[in-house]
């Protein structure tokens, strides 16, 4: 059973910086790619950042040059370093790995970000 445990999120006010992370119980090698999402209240979920098992990475525009995804293989961990908040950036942050074959997607249960203005 795979599992995805998300931690690091908080409040914090606008300008500062949250480092999540997203530790999966089995080896994140099992997955062509791990991203992070986000959901605020009223909107739909979108994808923030993504990275390959090859390590290619794409960020959503509003995020680019403030987050950056990365990946710790021996840990199977990713991360996701959030740099100069803004209010906007306020949402549940979940991650999501995509896994080739067996096809499946697994999800954690998502970390809350809050940005104070």
């Known amino acids: 059973q795979v599992q995805l445990v998300e931690s690091g999120g908080g409040l914090v006010q606008a300008g500062r910086s949250l480092r999540l992370s997203c530790a999966a119980s089995?080896?994140?090698?099992?997955?062509?790619?791990m991203g992070w999402y986000r959901q605020a209240p009223g909107k739909q979920r979108e994808l923030v950042a993504a990275?390959?098992?090859?390590?290619?990475?794409n960020y959503v525009d509003s995020v680019k040059g403030r987050f950056t995804i990365s990946r710790d293989n021996a840990k199977n961990t990713v991360y996701l370093q959030m740099n100069s908040l803004k209010p906007e950036d306020t949402a549940v942050y979940y991650c999501k790995a995509t896994q080739i074959w067996p096809p499946n997607d697994y999800w954690g249960q998502g970390t809350q970000v809050t940005v104070s203005s």
């Open positions: 990275i390959t098992s090859g390590g290619g990475t």
């Open positions: 089995v080896s994140i090698f099992s997955f062509n790619a």
